[in-house]
């Protein structure tokens, strides 16, 4: 393949590579499913050709390595992830600025736990949601009637929320799949329904998902899964992205950072607004927690995944004044395994330890292990 010599190449501001322990991911932001490992001498690489001319730094390898160079650069352009540029021109394209943008909203995301006997506080839920700005709601409906379900969704069609998810307790014999449908229809904003507990499994799609299943909804469940979107890949590098902004509305009232939260901030149906309003902008100055980034904690710092990964398996202060997870997760990123995979292996087998001790790493172990599982 013919490249220009004499130009630079860059790599699209709307990818980024992000190295790990063992393995560096090309997270592709516009094009998600284009995201793929890549060797973490990647980096350094396009760093050299983003400074020096393509023929500088092919000249700068011997022939074997050249040819490694080459197939980089074959990789990159054949998968559109980047572009040639003169010198001229090579300093009008700054990279994304990856700081956290100031932005108006007080709360960005809500989790809001209702029954029939709360609808009663719906309008002054509203009023909080509309005078925070909340762009996100999750709403977990409890004992709720068909008609108690409409009221609630109806009550959301002028509402400044961008984005609902519900998921509701189904009721056997009073529930049925077409009424659902109808229901969730009635609110454009709904980009996920779920019923749950049901018994038995059935899906439906009308421009979203529908679904009602037999699994139990588990709150405490800990979860993880890979948002690869720019936004959140910034919010990453700056916060922790299960707290910052967020708000969790519990049965009672009472309203917390998130469900395992011991601080309550107020309650729904005893503070004014305008009160629960001053807590928030207290909370935005004064809590620490929501700072705490992936790179702060123990193992994560070591995550290629680390900007793109979401979950409610929350940090602890260890003796030595560091950050752990006390419940470890289901990926390896010193061995670039998951939970399942052939040749997973957990941290402690990898001489990692990661407790309310400490942080300890035997790196001779790890690599005859990474010789056992990935040398040919």
């Known amino acids: 393949m013919y490249y220009p010599l004499n130009e630079y190449f860059k790599l699209f501001s709307d990818c980024s590579i992000v190295t790990g322990y063992r393995n560096a991911i090309l997270l592709d932001f516009t094009r998600p499913n284009k995201s793929n490992f890549v060797p973490k001498e990647l980096l350094s690489f396009l760093n050299s050709c983003a400074n020096k001319t393509v023929e ?26 980047g572009f040639f540029v003169s010198d001229k021109l090579k300093n009008n394209f700054p990279t994304i600025n990856t700081n956290l943008k100031k932005s108006p909203e007080i709360i960005d995301n809500v989790v809001l736990e209702i029954d029939g006997n709360n609808l009663k506080h719906l309008k002054s839920i509203h009023s909080l949601i509309e005078k925070c700005l909340v762009a996100s709601l999750e709403i977990r409906c409890l004992s709720l009637t068909n008609q108690e379900l409409e009221q609630l969704i109806l009550s959301f069609s002028a509402s400044i929320v961008q ?18 449908e109808k229901i969730a229809t009635l609110n454009s904003r709904i980009k996920k329904f779920i019923a749950y507990g049901g018994d038995y499994n059935a899906t439906s799609t ?17 979860v993880r899964a890979n ?59 004064k809590n620490e927690n929501w700072f705490i980034k992936k790179s702060n904690i123990d193992v994560c710092r070591d995550c290629e995944f680390r900007t793109v990964c979401f979950t409610n398996n929350l940090p602890l202060k260890n003796n030595q004044g560091g950050l752990y997870l006390e419940t470890e ?28 001790k400490g942080f300890k790493i035997d790196h001779e172990k790890i690599t005859l292990i990474n010789k056992e599982l990935w040398e040919e």
């Open 227 to 285: 948002i690869i979107n720019l936004s959140y890949h910034i919010e990453s590098l700056n916060v922790c992205t299960y707290r910052y902004k967020k708000l969790y509305i519990s049965l009672n009232g009472d309203l917390k950072n998130h469900l395992s939260c011991d601080k309550v901030i107020g309650n729904i149906r005893t503070d004014k607004t305008e009160k629960l309003i001053e807590f928030f902008i207290e909370e935005h100055s």
């Open 56 to 81: 500088d730094v092919l000249n700068h390898y011997n022939n074997e390595d050249k040819q490694v160079a080459i197939e980089y650069l074959d990789f990159m352009v054949e998968n559109e992830f």
């Open 163 to 180: 984005s609902i998810n519900i998921y509701l307790k189904y009721i056997p014999n009073s529930m049925q799949l077409d009424d659902l």
């Open 329 to 356: 997760c289901t990926y390896n990123p010193y061995i670039g395994k998951a939970v399942g995979e052939e040749g997973y292996k957990t941290l402690e087998d990898c001489g990692v330890i990661s407790n309310e």
């Open 206 to 222: 009308i421009n979203r998902d529908i679904q009602i299943t037999s699994k139990k909804f588990n709150e405490n469940k800990i």
